[in-house]
Structures are given as structure tokens and as C-alpha cells.
């Protein structure tokens, strides 16, 4: 009888859902197969580093590298054998033509080790470039010298090696043309063994771990399909925390610079001071060594054996550095979670890096609670809402120490509670609801100015919900003002910072002047607008989904970025019958479309003002990821109210099809960061 039940229950299961099962399991195999496939890049043998010496305090250069200058650095190596000598050039991002020499020797007997002719045009602007040579064995404790000598270049046509201004490094000693410098050359000396990344019984068991995480989701969705809120942390939280841990240190977007703002809140530096230095603040240097160990080293796979040993690196928050970080512009109330990471890793661990994943971690866990508090009270199109929550920028922000995380998902949570003082079972607009609408609404109004006209959304809420139209008025007002006064005291606060305009990707931007220049010639910046958006919207709209959602180097797969592209756009025109309820005011549609095209028009202007030199007829600079906080406006907007959907069933499909993007995308990056 047990038998028959349970036999009667599967063929009821899969007659009703055999589209879903059949798509978890053709895609189960499709996983199984691509990792079968790369499974070399981890169980074939690589190089994998291991540092001897480093050197990596750095705050300056030694200048053009001319003549036949002669630079000759001394180090004591710390292991048994060396086999590679890494040295950072700046090359001015020039095209350089020339050599350089290069030469190794034991610096006791003065025996030559290795020479080498190195061509400039090889040389990457502040990457390191690699000298390998015979394995040098017996080492530890021996003295050794690496003298890099020009070739008769000319100023303007050669590069430069950065160097430390004091002499942190005391086993060696620098000297240029047979004077001796104070400070030492950044470089490392490595040792390089070959091995594969995982023996194939560890990878065979955590590919079985992967499918098996990912077929039992499938099933725990299926528990949840009349519960959304919870089908998200299905989804989320493996596919988070495995993003947390998997890319690389550093190579999220802009990750840099939020790590630094993190630390400087953590201490309550919520503004750049006035220094000696300049405007900026004073950093642990050990934040910025941390990085140069672990930053722009993964281009050829994950360098594993690199980060272990950065963990060891100790904060010692009494030596510190100026640092001007562009950052520090955004409100100290959008960094909460990464800067509580970063008093718990100074506390538990005393370790930079460890802060920082700490940082991801906890910025992470602060996505996944705002959105679920979004999904569980907007009371219409939450199938929309699920699909934003979960885009692959979205995550992979919120994975990172990026405050876009807090802002997306504020953005969501504000949105999603005016839909439910609009259209929920809220009477009376009371002043608890305002309390609550103004808390949520700083965090969006205050990361960054191009979002303050969401506030308007507060307009679609009926008449009918107010004592009458001065009440209507009154409370409305109050809302402008609660997000508006904040805003308006942190941006006098750090009005000196502002003034600032951040120079480093185009030195010939003058904020001031394009705004005159705009100002003069409207009809020239409207036509630059239109061209702009025609011209880059297609590839904005893509990167918005995720196409390159960290440092421009790991591609989700199309299938995905067009997948989510589809279904956004039903679920966009498509309604059940609870969203029906935002089909009777005409106007409640007039607003959305104009948030949403004050917000678009004020993103590219302030990129114009910011980013571009003065009359630029396209604007660059404009990144998708900047309209994922008004994407849902674009959606809502475009509901097609003829369109309803009576299959509350479609909800699991669309679970199931977004849970199989969502490893997809964990995969890929998986293969590619390796």
C-alpha cells in the first residue's frame, strides 16, 4: 500500500511538473558534462608559486631608466631554492622600443648566475614581468644581486621600477650608478613547483558535491514554490557564499577602493581630512601591501599558494600611509556590514585579507536579508522582483565589498514597500510607514544623487489611503524632506571632498566647465544623449544583467545574460490576478516611466560632468550596473494588464529556470578563475 502511494505520488508530481524535472535533469547531465570536460584545467600539473623574498613596500619610482644606468638590488634569500625573479615596470603606457639587461649572480663569489636582453615592447604597465632561470638551490641564507642595466635609451622612450622611499627591506641594499639609494626596488623572488590544482578523488567528490547541492535545491524549490522569499535564499545563499570565497581578492569591480572606505568608516573616519599630504587619510600601509600581493596576479589562473601566504600578513595599524581614495566620497550609512567586517577581522584576526573576505561575507548576508524582506512584503509582480534579486551583477555585487550591494538591494526593498503601502492591505498611511519609507529611503537617496527622483514613487500611493488631500500633501512633503535634509547635510560635509574630480582615467575632466558648456549648447548635449543611448544602450542593457559583472575578465555565458533578458521581459509584460491591483490608475504608469527616465538622464549627465573632457559628443564612462537600481521601473512599466496568467504552478518553472542560470554562471566562473 506504501508502494502504491508513493508510486501514485511521483506520477502526479511529474505529470504535473515533467517540464520542470525534465529541464533539472537534461541540465544535471549538462553540468556533469562540463565539468568532465574542464576537467584538466584541475588535475593537470601547473606551475604554482611559492615567495622567497619580497619586497613590496613601494611609494615612488627611480625614475626614466636612461643612458646606461646601472641599478643593482641585494637580497638574502629566505628558502633552499629560487627559480624566478618578479619585477613590476611602468612603462608610462607608452609602446616602449629597446632592451634592457638583466643579470643574477651570487653576490659572495660574484659568480653569474643568469643574464638576460629583456625587450621593453614585452613590458605591461605595472604588471610584473618574470625572469626565470635555472633553479638556484642551496640558497637560504646567501646573499644574492640582480643589476638591471638600460640600453642607451633616450627620455621618453623607456620605463621606470617603483621603489621604496625608506629601507624597510634591511637583508639588502639598492644602489643606482654606484651610489647607494635609501629604500630598495619593489620585486619577489619565487620558487615554482609543478602540481595539479586537486587530485582527481578531490575532484570527483566536490563535483559531486556541486551537482548534488545543486539537484537537492531543485527539490527544497519545489517546497517552496508559494513562497518566494524563501525560494531566493535557496538560490542565493549557496551560489553567494561560493562567489564570496571563489574570485579572486580584488577582482571584483572597484573592489579596491570600497576596501578602503570600509576600513576608514570602520574607524570612524566617515569623510576624507585636510592633511599635510592633501585631502585624504591615513591608512595601516599593510592594507595597501596586502593588495599589491594578491592584486593583478591571476590573469593565467587563481594563484592559491600566493593568497594562503598573504593571509599571514599581520595589520600593524600603527604604520600607516597617506591615501587620497576616490571612494570616500559615498555616505559612511552604505558601508555598515563591510565596516562591522572589518572591526571583527581587526578583533578576531588581526589579518588584512581576512578582513576583507570577512567584508564580502557580511555585505553578502546583508543583500540576502533586505531582499528577502522585499520579496516577502511587496504584495505584486513578485516573480519580477525574484528575477532582479537574483541577476548575476546583482550577486556578484553583493558578493563583493562594493556598496552597490546595499544600494540594489535597498533599492528593491524601497520599491517593494510603497508597492505595499500602494496596493496592500495598509488603511491609513500612518507615521510609523513614513518613519519607515524615510530609513529605507537614505540608503538610496544617499549613495548617490542620480536616484533621489525614486522618492516619487511615493506619489502612486492613493488618495484614498489619507485623511484627505493636505494630509496627502503634508506626508508626502515629509518623506522629501526626511531623505533630502540627510543628503543635503553629508554632501556640505564633504563638499571640500567633491570639489575634488577624480583625475585617474582622464586628466583633462573639468566638472565646472562641462556644466557651463551644457549649459550654453543644450541642443548639442540632448543630441550627444540620444546618440549615446542608441549607440551603447544594447551593450549597457546586457552588462545591467551581468555579461562582465567583475574586473572585465570572467564571462557569464550568453545562455544566461539572454535567459534572464526573456524572462524579465514576460514576467515584465505578463500579470497574475493579484497584480491586477495596479491596473487602476493611469497616472501611477506616468510616474514610473518618469522616474525612470529622470533617473537614465541624470546617470549620463553626471558621467558627462564627471568623466569626459569638456564638449565630448559621446558619453563614456556610463556602466550597466548603474541601472540596476531602476531596472524594476522599466518592467513594472511596461505591464501589459490583457496578459494575465492563471497557472500559479509557473512559478516553480521559473524558480527551477533561474536556479540552473544561477550554476551555470557558478560553474563557468569557477572554470575561468582557474
Same mark, same amino acid.
Given at each position: 500500500?506504501?508502494?502504491?502511494?508513493?508510486?501514485?505520488?511521483?506520477?502526479?508530481?511529474?505529470?504535473?511538473?515533467?517540464?520542470?524535472?525534465?529541464?533539472?535533469?537534461?541540465?544535471?547531465?549538462?553540468?556533469?558534462?562540463?565539468?568532465?570536460?574542464?576537467?584538466?584545467?584541475? %588535475?593537470?600539473?601547473?606551475?604554482?608559486?611559492?615567495?622567497?623574498?619580497?619586497?613590496?613596500?613601494?611609494?615612488?619610482?627611480?625614475?626614466?631608466?636612461?643612458?646606461?644606468?646601472? %641599478?643593482?638590488?641585494?637580497?638574502?634569500?629566505?628558502?633552499?631554492?629560487?627559480?624566478?625573479?618578479?619585477?613590476?615596470?611602468?612603462?608610462?603606457?607608452?609602446?616602449?622600443?629597446?632592451?634592457?639587461?638583466?643579470?643574477?649572480?651570487?653576490?659572495?663569489?660574484?659568480?653569474?648566475?643568469?643574464?638576460?636582453?629583456?625587450?621593453?615592447?614585452?613590458?605591461?604597465?605595472?604588471?610584473?614581468?618574470?625572469?626565470?632561470?635555472?633553479?638556484?638551490?642551496?640558497?637560504?641564507?646567501?646573499?644574492?644581486?640582480?643589476?638591471?642595466?638600460?640600453?642607451?635609451?633616450?627620455?621618453?622612450?623607456?620605463?621606470?621600477?617603483?621603489?621604496?622611499?625608506?629601507?624597510?627591506?634591511?637583508?639588502?641594499?639598492?644602489?643606482?650608478?654606484?651610489?647607494?639609494?635609501?629604500?630598495?626596488?619593489?620585486?619577489?623572488?619565487?620558487?615554482?613547483?609543478?602540481?595539479?590544482?586537486?587530485?582527481?578523488?578531490?575532484?570527483?567528490?566536490?563535483? @559531486?558535491?556541486?551537482?548534488?547541492?545543486?539537484?537537492?535545491?531543485?527539490?527544497?524549490?519545489?517546497?517552496?514554490?508559494?513562497?518566494?522569499?524563501?525560494?531566493?535564499?535557496?538560490?542565493? =545563499?549557496?551560489?553567494?557564499?561560493?562567489?564570496?570565497?571563489?574570485?579572486?581578492?580584488?577582482?571584483?569591480?572597484?573592489?579596491?577602493?570600497?576596501?578602503?572606505?570600509?576600513?576608514?568608516?570602520?574607524?570612524?573616519?566617515?569623510?576624507?581630512?585636510?592633511?599635510?599630504?592633501? /585631502?585624504?587619510?591615513?591608512?595601516?600601509?599593510?592594507?595597501?601591501?596586502?593588495?599589491?600581493?594578491?592584486?593583478?596576479?591571476?590573469?593565467?589562473?587563481?594563484?592559491?599558494?600566493?593568497?594562503?601566504?598573504?593571509?599571514?600578513?599581520?595589520?600593524?595599524?600603527?604604520?600607516?600611509?597617506?591615501?587620497?581614495?576616490?571612494?570616500?566620497?559615498?555616505?559612511? /550609512?552604505?558601508?555598515?556590514?563591510?565596516?562591522?567586517?572589518? %572591526?571583527?577581522?581587526?578583533?578576531?584576526?588581526?589579518?588584512?585579507?581576512?578582513?576583507?573576505?570577512?567584508?564580502?561575507?557580511?555585505?553578502?548576508?546583508?543583500?540576502?536579508?533586505?531582499?528577502?524582506?522585499?520579496?516577502?512584503?511587496?504584495?505584486?509582480?513578485?516573480?519580477?522582483?525574484?528575477?532582479?534579486?537574483?541577476?548575476? @551583477?546583482?550577486?556578484?555585487?553583493?558578493?563583493?565589498?562594493?556598496?552597490?550591494?546595499?544600494?540594489?538591494? @535597498?533599492?528593491?526593498?524601497?520599491?517593494?514597500?510603497?508597492?505595499?503601502?500602494?496596493?496592500?492591505?495598509?488603511?491609513?498611511?500612518?507615521?510609523?510607514?513614513?518613519? =519607515? *519609507?524615510?530609513?529605507?529611503?537614505?540608503?538610496?537617496?544617499?549613495?548617490?544623487?542620480?536616484?533621489?527622483?525614486?522618492?516619487?514613487?511615493?506619489?502612486? %500611493?492613493?488618495?484614498?489611503?489619507?485623511?484627505?488631500?493636505?494630509?496627502?500633501?503634508?506626508?508626502?512633503?515629509?518623506?522629501?524632506?526626511?531623505?533630502?535634509?540627510?543628503?543635503?547635510?553629508?554632501?556640505?560635509?564633504?563638499?571640500?571632498?567633491?570639489?575634488?574630480?577624480?583625475?585617474?582615467?582622464?586628466?583633462?575632466?573639468?566638472?565646472?566647465?562641462?556644466?557651463?558648456?551644457?549649459?550654453?549648447?543644450?541642443?548639442?548635449?540632448?543630441?550627444?544623449?540620444?546618440?549615446?543611448?542608441?549607440?551603447?544602450?544594447?551593450?549597457?542593457?546586457?552588462?545591467?544583467?551581468?555579461? *562582465?559583472?567583475?574586473?572585465?575578465?570572467?564571462?557569464?555565458?550568453?545562455?544566461?545574460?539572454?535567459?534572464?533578458?526573456?524572462?524579465?521581459?514576460?514576467?515584465?509584460?505578463?500579470?497574475?490576478?493579484?497584480?491586477?491591483?495596479?491596473?487602476?490608475?493611469?497616472?501611477?504608469?506616468?510616474?514610473?516611466?518618469?522616474?525612470?527616465?529622470? *533617473?537614465?538622464?541624470?546617470?549620463?549627465?553626471?558621467?558627462?560632468?564627471?568623466?569626459?573632457?569638456?564638449?565630448?559628443?559621446?558619453?563614456?564612462?556610463?556602466?550597466?550596473?548603474?541601472? *540596476?537600481?531602476?531596472?524594476?521601473?522599466?518592467?513594472?512599466?511596461?505591464?501589459?494588464?490583457?496578459?494575465?496568467?492563471?497557472?500559479?504552478?509557473?512559478?516553480?518553472?521559473?524558480?527551477?529556470?533561474?536556479?540552473?542560470? @544561477?550554476?551555470?554562471?557558478?560553474?563557468?566562473?569557477?572554470?575561468?578563475?582557474?
Amino acid at each position: 500500500m506504501f508502494k502504491g502511494g508513493f508510486k501514485n505520488k511521483l506520477y502526479t508530481e511529474l505529470k504535473n511538473y515533467w517540464l520542470v524535472w525534465s529541464l533539472a535533469l537534461v541540465v544535471f547531465f549538462l553540468f556533469s558534462l562540463y565539468i568532465y570536460e574542464n576537467r584538466s584545467t584541475f %588535475i593537470v600539473p601547473k606551475e604554482v608559486e611559492h615567495t622567497v623574498v619580497n619586497q613590496k613596500k613601494s611609494d615612488m619610482t627611480i625614475g626614466e631608466i636612461t643612458g646606461n644606468m646601472e %641599478i643593482v638590488q641585494s637580497f638574502v634569500a629566505e628558502k633552499d631554492q629560487f627559480l624566478r625573479i618578479k619585477i613590476p615596470f611602468g612603462t608610462y603606457k607608452r609602446e616602449l622600443q629597446g632592451t634592457f639587461s638583466f643579470e643574477l649572480r651570487e653576490a659572495e663569489s660574484g659568480d653569474v648566475l643568469f643574464k638576460k636582453n629583456l625587450n621593453l615592447n614585452e613590458l605591461q604597465d605595472g604588471l610584473s614581468q618574470n625572469f626565470d632561470f635555472p633553479t638556484v638551490r642551496h640558497a637560504k641564507g646567501k646573499k644574492f644581486e640582480f643589476t638591471i642595466t638600460g640600453g642607451g635609451l633616450r627620455t621618453g622612450n623607456t620605463a621606470t621600477i617603483w621603489k621604496s622611499s625608506a629601507d624597510h627591506y634591511l637583508q639588502g641594499e639598492l644602489t643606482i650608478n654606484d651610489i647607494e639609494m635609501d629604500g630598495d626596488l619593489r620585486f619577489k623572488v619565487m620558487d615554482v613547483e609543478t602540481k595539479p590544482l586537486l587530485s582527481k578523488s578531490v575532484f570527483v567528490l566536490i563535483g @559531486m558535491i556541486i551537482l548534488l547541492v545543486y539537484l537537492f535545491s531543485v527539490l527544497a524549490l519545489r517546497q517552496f514554490k508559494d513562497k518566494m522569499h524563501k525560494a531566493f535564499l535557496i538560490t542565493a =545563499i549557496p551560489i553567494g557564499l561560493a562567489l564570496v570565497v571563489i574570485i579572486p581578492p580584488f577582482d571584483q569591480l572597484d573592489e579596491l577602493e570600497h576596501y578602503y572606505r570600509s576600513f576608514e568608516v570602520s574607524e570612524g573616519k566617515l569623510i576624507n581630512q585636510q592633511t599635510e599630504r592633501g /585631502l585624504g587619510n591615513y591608512i595601516p600601509a599593510s592594507l595597501i601591501e596586502t593588495v599589491y600581493d594578491v592584486r593583478y596576479i591571476h590573469q593565467t589562473g587563481y594563484k592559491y599558494s600566493i593568497v594562503k601566504e598573504a593571509f599571514q600578513n599581520k595589520l600593524h595599524s600603527e604604520d600607516r600611509v597617506f591615501l587620497r581614495n576616490y571612494a570616500s566620497s559615498y555616505p559612511p /550609512l552604505i558601508y555598515v556590514p563591510q565596516a562591522l567586517a572589518m %572591526i571583527l577581522g581587526r578583533v578576531l584576526f588581526d589579518s588584512p585579507l581576512i578582513m576583507m573576505f570577512l567584508g564580502r561575507l557580511l555585505n553578502f548576508l546583508a543583500y540576502t536579508v533586505i531582499v528577502y524582506a522585499a520579496l516577502k512584503v511587496v504584495p505584486v509582480k513578485k516573480n519580477l522582483f525574484y528575477l532582479l534579486a537574483l541577476l548575476p @551583477m546583482s550577486i556578484v555585487h553583493a558578493t563583493s565589498l562594493s556598496a552597490d550591494g546595499i544600494t540594489n538591494s @535597498m533599492s528593491l526593498l524601497f520599491v517593494a514597500y510603497i508597492l505595499y503601502l500602494a496596493y496592500g492591505q495598509v488603511e491609513r498611511i500612518a507615521c510609523k510607514h513614513l518613519l =519607515i *519609507v524615510i530609513g529605507i529611503g537614505l540608503f538610496v537617496t544617499l549613495s548617490k544623487i542620480v536616484y533621489i527622483p525614486m522618492v516619487l514613487l511615493f506619489l502612486i %500611493i492613493p488618495l484614498s489611503k489619507f485623511a484627505n488631500q493636505k494630509d496627502y500633501l503634508k506626508k508626502f512633503l515629509i518623506v522629501i524632506a526626511g531623505c533630502l535634509i540627510p543628503f543635503i547635510i553629508w554632501n556640505l560635509m564633504n563638499l571640500s571632498n567633491m570639489a575634488v574630480p577624480d583625475l585617474r582615467i582622464n586628466p583633462g575632466v573639468s566638472p565646472k566647465e562641462q556644466v557651463i558648456f551644457v549649459l550654453m549648447h543644450p541642443f548639442y548635449y540632448i543630441k550627444t544623449l540620444v546618440v549615446t543611448i542608441f549607440s551603447q544602450g544594447p551593450s549597457q542593457l546586457v552588462a545591467m544583467v551581468g555579461k *562582465v559583472a567583475t574586473n572585465y575578465r570572467y564571462l557569464a555565458p550568453s545562455i544566461v545574460i539572454f535567459t534572464y533578458l526573456f524572462v524579465m521581459l514576460l514576467f515584465g509584460l505578463m500579470n497574475d490576478e493579484n497584480d491586477l491591483k495596479m491596473k487602476g490608475r493611469r497616472i501611477d504608469r506616468f510616474i514610473l516611466v518618469l522616474i525612470l527616465l529622470t *533617473v537614465m538622464v541624470l546617470i549620463y549627465t553626471a558621467l558627462y560632468v564627471g568623466f569626459n573632457t569638456v564638449g565630448n559628443p559621446i558619453i563614456w564612462g556610463v556602466q550597466g550596473r548603474y541601472f *540596476v537600481p531602476i531596472a524594476i521601473f522599466f518592467f513594472l512599466s511596461i505591464s501589459n494588464y490583457q496578459i494575465i496568467n492563471k497557472n500559479r504552478d509557473i512559478n516553480f518553472l521559473v524558480y527551477t529556470i533561474i536556479h540552473c542560470s @544561477m550554476y551555470a554562471l557558478l560553474l563557468s566562473y569557477f572554470v575561468q578563475i582557474n
